[in-house]
């Protein structure tokens, strides 16, 4: 029961159908499901800690959101976005409550895995019932989005394993402090070889269209949009903050307890975005939330 596994479900966009694939963790027939979804660039690789050890309370469900790791790509980039992913998180959840009598579902998100869980938890009937935001929030800083939006698009390709994992130690320091181990599994989840031997991030470079495309007006417009879903929310929530993130303010994040769920926040210390829930002592900070 310790070990996942990999299986997929097929999504509509309006331009066509295409795979999500997801890790399975745990008892197949369990109803209790958690589902973890990462951030924008990263994979559902990234929650293998998390999921093993949860795994004999929940069924853990974790998904490559399309564009990323084994999941498909779409055909028109323009629907990399927020609506496109709660659409495929309602099929895949659809999917793996089938057979369970009611729809139960916690949801774990870093980052824009949180996005995508405060927008199904804010709609009517949703089967979220427990939620946990990783550092984000409804306001997003720009500075931060830009550096985001121009990190994603660079189509930057190594000649080994070894400096694609510099690569991506260098631009995620922000995660804290890991072992050497631990910065090899974060690499490898997000890097894979091509025909050519180079080595590249393991995602459609197309998912920065979208940013590319955001104006002040419409960012305007996707915060109030943003607030509106999380003053929807009436599920249980617990908001983790990293001390150091430039994603989701201080401020923001003390709003946030004063509104819509009133979630319980936790600031881990020595960490900016987004905390890798990868050490026992994050891992028991969602643990007492979802399990007690």
């Not at 729809?103 to 869980?117: H, K, N, P, R, Y």
């Not at 306001?139 to 070894?162: E, H």
């Not at 997000?190 to 050519?196: A, H, N, P």
């Not at 419409?218 to 915060?223: K, L, T």
Request: proline letters at 5%; aromatic letters at 8%; charged letters at 25%.
């Amino acid at each position: 029961m310790s070990e996942p596994r990999l299986n997929s479900v097929q999504c509509s966009s309006p331009a066509g159908l295409h795979r999500v694939a997801y890790k399975e963790w745990g008892d197949a027939d369990n109803p209790k499901v958690l589902v973890c979804v990462h951030g924008v660039t990263r994979v559902g690789d990234d929650f293998d800690h998390l999921a093993r050890a949860l795994c004999h309370d929940y069924r853990v469900v974790c998904p490559d959101i399309v564009g990323r790791g084994r999941s498909g790509r779409l055909r028109d980039p323009a629907y990399y976005t927020v609506p496109q992913y709660v659409a495929d998180m309602v099929t895949l959840v659809a999917r793996v409550t089938a057979r369970a009598d009611n729809e139960d579902v916690a949801w774990f998100g870093t980052s824009m895995g949180g996005l995508i869980g405060m927008a199904l938890a804010s709609l009517e009937d949703s089967p979220v019932k427990k939620l946990v935001l990783n550092d984000i929030g409804p306001v997003l800083d720009g500075a931060a989005l830009q550096r985001i939006g121009d990190y994603i698009g660079q189509d930057v390709r190594f000649p080994s394993f070894a400096a694609g994992a510099d690569f991506v130690k260098a631009v995620s320091a922000s995660f804290g402090p890991h072992s050497d181990d631990e910065w090899r599994k974060l690499a490898a989840d997000v890097l894979r070889q091509g025909g050519d031997g180079q080595w590249e991030r393991h995602y459609d470079l197309n998912l920065a269209q979208p940013f590319r495309a955001i104006t002040p007006e419409r960012a305007a417009q996707d915060e109030a949009a943003l607030w509106a879903a999380w003053d929807a929310i009436r599920c249980p929530t617990l908001l983790v903050r990293g001390e150091h993130s430039d994603l989701l303010s201080r401020e923001t994040a003390q709003q946030m307890t004063q509104r819509g769920p009133r979630p319980r926040l936790v600031e881990i210390a020595g960490v900016g975005h987004a905390p890798t829930f990868v050490h026992d002592d994050q891992i028991a900070i969602a643990r007492t939330f979802l399990i007690g």
